[in-house]
């Protein structure tokens, strides 16, 4: 294997000799080989590996391809690895891998004393300079078999690039890292930019989910949450008319059916519809579906189970309460603020301080 890949290097270094800096790194395609591969067997400094004398897997420049993704994209270019869990860059899209090294991001009931620990908080990226290790709880994904212990920024995305958003393995690739294939498409969705104008996700600037999200999931999860016996929900389908104008009417606890419906969508509870551009601002429509986005994100918050906003609280004051961790920001930060959960299906309707 590693012949392999220094016979394909060599070649592609003459192909590839000159390749401008100034163009974006992945460029669409495979970008310049050296930039994360090295042909002499030594880490990225040029340093000769003590020991065996062979270098990193792959010949990589960083000791797995998680540590090389990050070495880019930790702290800029998207910093889904922030350097401090409870000053995080601005929550957007996937969330943020740093909450990974919490301590504890219990905030249900007696939540001090019985820690979640960080590696709870969403995918558990294995990376030697961050010392996370496989994932306690889960050896493979839940609802399919992908395996923990090879779980890596290279699990979903395509280090050698290609056209789908975000560089995602779509269907009929071949995923290197936990040797296994993809059968479901890519999602469809609009990202933003990740520094300068617009970069800042809001509710009137926000990723545009278009489709294919659950199918994507699905690729290592199934149907998750159609065959699960703790928690059972629909996605990837359609929303009835009632669901609908619920979504449009909520704007928090404090006011459950006065909101407006062309302005209603908010970024914590997303939806796929076909039409999605980053400017959408109206309820969902008979084209929209509740998708596995619609309540968790791609990589980690500090809620558990990568939760958009965290599951194990009923109201929004309780967020990092008992454990100490970031509270997330969250659109309606009104008082005795309920779960998101009721955007779609109002339960706070009986609630004393709804007016
Ligand atoms: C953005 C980083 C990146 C760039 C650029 C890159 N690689 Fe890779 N490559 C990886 C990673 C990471 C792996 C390890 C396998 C994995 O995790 O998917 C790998 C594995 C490989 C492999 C062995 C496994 C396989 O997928 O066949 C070959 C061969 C390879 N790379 C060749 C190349 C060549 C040739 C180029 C330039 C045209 C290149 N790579 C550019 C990151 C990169
Ligand atoms: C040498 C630096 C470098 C390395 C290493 C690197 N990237 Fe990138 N990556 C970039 C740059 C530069 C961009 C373009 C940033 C921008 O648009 O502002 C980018 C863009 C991306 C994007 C967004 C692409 C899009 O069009 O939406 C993703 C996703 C991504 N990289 C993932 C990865 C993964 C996964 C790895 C590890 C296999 C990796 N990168 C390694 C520099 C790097
Ligand atoms: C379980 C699958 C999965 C893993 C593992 C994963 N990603 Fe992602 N990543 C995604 C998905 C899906 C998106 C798009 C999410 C969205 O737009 O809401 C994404 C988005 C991104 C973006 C764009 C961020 C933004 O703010 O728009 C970058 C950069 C990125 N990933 C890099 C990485 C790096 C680096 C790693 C490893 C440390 C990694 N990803 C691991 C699935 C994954
Ligand atoms: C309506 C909101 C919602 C949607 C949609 C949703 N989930 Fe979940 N998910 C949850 C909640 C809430 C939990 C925590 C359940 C619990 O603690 O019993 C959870 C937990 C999980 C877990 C963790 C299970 C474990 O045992 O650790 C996985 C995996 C998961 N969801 C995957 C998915 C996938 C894949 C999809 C899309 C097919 C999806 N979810 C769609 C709300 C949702
Ligand atoms: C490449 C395979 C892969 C893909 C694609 C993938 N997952 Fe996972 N997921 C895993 C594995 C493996 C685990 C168990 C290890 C862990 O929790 O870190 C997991 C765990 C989870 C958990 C529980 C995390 C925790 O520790 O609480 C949730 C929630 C989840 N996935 C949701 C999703 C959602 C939503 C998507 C689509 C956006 C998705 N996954 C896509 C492999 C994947
Ligand atoms: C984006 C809208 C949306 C959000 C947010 C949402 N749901 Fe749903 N929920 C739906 C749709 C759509 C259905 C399918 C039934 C329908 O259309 O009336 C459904 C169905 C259900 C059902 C019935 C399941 C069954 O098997 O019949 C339950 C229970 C439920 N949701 C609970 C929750 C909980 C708990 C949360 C928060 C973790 C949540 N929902 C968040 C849209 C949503």
């Known amino acids: 294997m590693r012949r392999s890949v220094y016979v394909v290097l060599m070649f592609a270094a003459l192909v590839c000799l000159q390749v401008s800096n100034a163009l974006a790194f992945h ?3 495979v970008a310049y080989c050296a930039g994360c591969h090295t042909m002499h067997n030594t880490n990225g400094n040029g340093v000769q590996i003590e020991g065996t ?6 010949l990589l420049k960083f000791a797995n391809g998680t540590d090389l993704c990050l070495s880019c994209h930790g702290a800029s270019r998207g910093a889904v690895w922030g350097t401090d869990v409870m000053a995080p860059p601005a929550e957007r899209g996937p969330g943020n891998f740093v909450f990974l ?3 504890n991001i219990n905030d249900g009931h007696n939540g001090a004393s019985n820690p979640i620990p960080g590696w709870r908080a ?7 300079s961050k010392g996370t290790v496989v994932d306690g709880l889960n050896p493979t994904s839940p609802g399919g078999n992908y395996p923990a212990a090879s779980l890596g920024c290279t699990s979903c995305h395509d280090p050698h690039g290609n056209a789908n958003y975000r560089l995602l393995y779509g269907a009929g690739d071949h995923v290197e890292a936990g040797n296994v294939n993809f059968t479901n498409a890519a999602p469809v969705a609009i990202g933003l930019p990740f520094s300068g104008v617009g970069s800042t996700e809001t509710d009137i600037n926000h990723i545009a989910y278009q489709s294919g999200m659950s199918g994507w999931c699905a690729n290592c999860h199934g149907n998750f949450h159609d065959n699960s016996d703790q928690y059972r929900h629909p996605s990837g389908v359609g929303m009835s008319s009632a669901i609908q104008n619920v979504y449009g009417l909520y704007a928090g606890t404090m006011n459950q059916n006065g909101g407006t419906p062309a302005t209603s969508y908010i970024s914590d509870v997303p939806f796929e ?5 980053v400017a959408w ?9 509740v998708s596995c986005i619609t309540c968790h994100r791609a990589h980690a918050t500090s809620g558990q189970n990568a939760g958009r906003w965290d599951f194990n609280i009923s109201i929004y004051e309780e967020d990092g309460v008992e454990s100490g961790s970031y509270v997330m920001p969250q659109t309606y930060n009104s008082l005795n603020q309920r779960s998101l959960c009721n ?9 004393h301080n709804a007016f």
């Open 101 to 103: 090294a919490e301590d």
């Open 27 to 29: 460029d669409g395609g």
């Open 53 to 58: 004398g062979e270098g990193y897997p792959y």
């Open 343 to 351: 955007k779609c299906h109002n339960k706070d309707k009986n609630d």
């Open 122 to 128: 969403g995918h558990t990226v294995i990376s030697p």
């Open 273 to 277: 519809d076909p039409d999605m551009t």
């Open 281 to 289: 601002t109206a309820a969902p429509d008979n084209n929209s579906k």
